[in-house]
């Protein structure tokens, strides 16, 4: 049994940040109790793990929750729900899927992965102080988990909280000294206190490990606020041949286009960043 749930639980199901697929470790060991997977539980498993390898999500959901039906005091229920709550949280069900990890945690209290996709919903719904219990009750469990380390300096970040989080950065680097979540978490600690200088080395250090939009853009804006306008340039444009429909390099190229006086330029961006998404408010506030 551990193996068909764990099979499911670790398929690639493009989930957000943050988000884990479920695996064995969280749920009992099983070894002893009998099992026959000739039964419509394992079927109903069976064809929803067919599903997930095809991005069928709404069958899968379905299959899921015919296994739940099927089956209600199977032991791996918590694991299956684990899945059923990660598709609901992929759908933007966000209600849904904390109902779903609220159960699962109910089944395996001491499941990190499940308490780690919880606490990462908890944060989607800006229920900080819950992610946060959920993040220190993954320390006491597994006190080098890097991800619980970042998401609570992160969070203490956003409280105003910059020496606790800059402890919770640094005690990333003495697990890993070449964390890329620490070297992130840095960077925004950095960027906060208006050391854009230093963000942006850390940055580039972060960057030659994983050239992404988000990394660019980040040492764009540090760059723009250091007014080093031909390398924010060049970190938006090839930004922008990652991930084109991100409204928020179109924003960052209208304040580079602003610094640059060219204002014809900047609307047309300005217009390119409202149609991807970005409050026209915040633009307003961000080109002031």
């Known amino acids: 049994m551990a193996q068909v749930i764990n099979s499911i639980g670790n398929e690639a199901m493009k989930i957000p940040r943050g988000e884990r697929p479920s695996?064995?470790?969280?749920?009992?060991?099983?070894?002893?109790?009998?099992?026959?997977?000739?039964?419509?539980y394992y079927h109903y498993l069976d064809s929803a793990q067919e599903a997930v390898g095809q991005q069928q999500w709404s069958v899968a959901e379905h299959y899921f929750m015919q296994a739940l039906r099927s089956d209600p005091g199977n032991p791996g229920n918590s694991l299956v729900l684990s899945n059923v709550a990660t598709i609901q949280r992929r759908d933007g069900r966000a209600e849904e899927a904390l109902k779903n990890y609220n159960l699962a945690i109910d089944l395996t209290p001491n499941a990190v992965t499940l308490l780690l996709n919880r606490a990462a919903l908890q944060v989607s719904l800006d229920s900080l102080d819950r992610a946060a219990a959920d993040y220190r009750r993954v320390r006491e469990l597994d006190p080098s988990n890097v991800e619980a380390l970042y998401s609570l300096g992160m969070i203490a970040l956003s409280r105003g909280e910059a020496d606790e989080a800059e402890d919770l950065f640094n005690?990333?680097?003495?697990?890993?000294?070449?964390?890329?979540?620490?070297?992130?978490?840095?960077?925004?600690?950095n960027k906060s206190k208006g050391n854009y200088?230093?963000?942006?080395?850390?940055?580039?250090?972060?960057?030659?490990?994983q050239p992404t939009a988000?990394?660019?853009?980040?040492?764009?804006?540090?760059?723009?606020?250091?007014?080093?306008?031909?390398?924010a340039s060049v970190d938006i444009h090839n930004a922008l041949l990652l991930d084109p429909d991100d409204g928020y390099l179109y924003l960052l190229r209208a304040k580079l286009n602003k610094m640059r006086y060219n204002y014809?330029?900047?609307?047309?961006?300005?217009?390119?960043?409202?149609?991807?998404?970005?409050?026209p408010d915040e633009v307003k506030e961000a080109l002031k």
Request: hydrophobic share 45%; aromatic share 2%.
């Open 23 to 40: 695996s064995s470790r969280d749920v009992p060991d099983l070894s002893e109790v009998p099992i026959n997977i000739d039964t419509p």
């Open 171 to 189: 005690l990333i680097k003495r697990v890993n000294v070449n964390s890329g979540l620490a070297m992130e978490g840095l960077a925004v600690l």
């Open 197 to 209: 200088t230093k963000a942006a080395q850390l940055l580039s250090e972060l960057i030659k490990i």
């Open 214 to 231: 988000r990394f660019l853009a980040m040492r764009a804006d540090c760059y723009l606020m250091t007014r080093r306008l031909p390398d």
């Open 264 to 279: 014809s330029d900047m609307e047309q961006d300005i217009q390119q960043a409202v149609s991807h998404g970005i409050d």
